[in-house]
């Protein structure tokens, strides 16, 4: 069954800014779906259509098969959404936030009730339902947002940028808890700009550029064509110069750090192997380059080539 999908769909806002050229994708029930892209790719718009905030220009987008032109009330039941933006009414109590929108969902005062407390006990604010929402840090208002797409519990979630300024700990335990629902059945489709974050909760991605999809895969086989990654290693004693490692290029870049770029041939233990027989001895290691911005440029510029081919032949 099909959570998701999406057939030609164009968007072209009334200043003539065309942000969707066409795209189609389709998300299986039950599956854990990461939209990434530049800023400006089109993502929010994207999310905006499925979720029945922004009018199409034109193409079909089909909720758990109900297509949103003849069944947008089903469609809509089936949709749990998380705006980039907040959008609370910063004066209510956090309680009431999560009440009054199982108002609009129609669910019994009980039922709302206990629902409410649920997801504010796993976003962790139950202890601040009393408080108005403004009161809230910005971790805690997105924690709230997410608790509030919760309460009528739908099938398919979406989270635009749902970890953008949340601290690292909660967004630790923010994963723990999507990939919970997601377990238990939820489909949730993700934006996000920390690959890192993609990577370690999403089994397929599609991947946005300008108006158009130019990748559409499963993780592992998108994550394979970041072919050269850089490393900075921080070192237990200085150097004086850059170690000759095999299949490495390596290069100083102060007495106690150094910097190691990797292509797919070599492991990183191949890395720790050689600097293990030359004694250099590694305190820490982290990626240098922002690996999704990486991947961009890289996933861009093999669109343009295969594009100048087909356009010279
Ligand atoms: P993303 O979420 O990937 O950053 P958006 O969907 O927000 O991208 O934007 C895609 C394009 O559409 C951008 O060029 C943006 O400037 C434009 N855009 C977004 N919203 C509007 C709007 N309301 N009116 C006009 N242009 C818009």
């Not at 922002?290 to 890289?298: D, G, Q, Y």
Request: aromatic share 6%; hydrophobic share 40%; with cysteine.
């Amino acid at each position: 069954m099909l959570a998701l999908s999406i057939r030609n769909l164009t968007k072209t806002y009334a200043n003539g800014n065309q942000a969707l050229k066409g795209i189609d994708f389709s998300v299986d029930a039950g599956d854990f779906y990461a939209l990434l892209g530049p800023n400006g790719a089109g993502k929010t718009t994207a999310i905006g259509i499925m979720s029945s905030l922004v009018n199409k220009t034109s193409g079909q987008v089909e909720i758990f098969g109900h297509n949103i032109d003849s069944e947008l009330e089903a469609a809509k039941s089936c949709i749990g959404l998380v705006p980039q933006e907040i959008n609370l009414n910063l004066w209510e109590s956090v309680h009431n936030v999560v009440l009054n929108q199982s108002g609009y969902y129609g669910l019994g005062r009980r039922l709302a009730r206990v629902r409410a407390e649920k997801y504010l006990r796993v976003m962790r604010l139950w202890d601040r339902r009393a408080d108005q929402a403004r009161s809230l840090s910005g971790g805690m208002k997105r924690r709230l947002m997410i608790a509030r797409a919760l309460v009528h519990e739908p099938k398919l979630l979406f989270l635009d940028e749902p970890t953008a300024g949340v601290d690292i700990e909660i967004r630790r335990s923010m994963w723990d808890f999507l990939r919970e629902i997601n377990a238990a059945g939820t489909t949730i489709i993700l934006t996000t700009h920390y690959l890192e974050e993609a990577e370690s909760l999403c089994r397929h991605v599609a991947i946005i550029d300008a108006g158009l999809i130019i990748e559409d895969a499963k993780m592992s086989t998108v994550l394979r064509k970041l072919q050269r990654e850089v490393f900075v290693l921080s070192l237990a004693e200085p150097l004086s110069k850059a170690p000759k490692i095999d299949g490495f290029e390596t290069t100083l870049r102060e007495d106690c750090e150094l910097e190691v770029a990797k292509g797919p041939a070599h492991t990183l233990n191949d890395l720790f192997a050689q600097l293990d027989k030359s004694n250099i001895k590694v305190v820490s290691l982290r990626n240098k380059s922002n690996r999704l911005e990486e991947l961009f440029m890289r996933l861009v510029e093999t669109t343009k080539k295969g594009v100048d081919e087909s356009s010279a032949s």
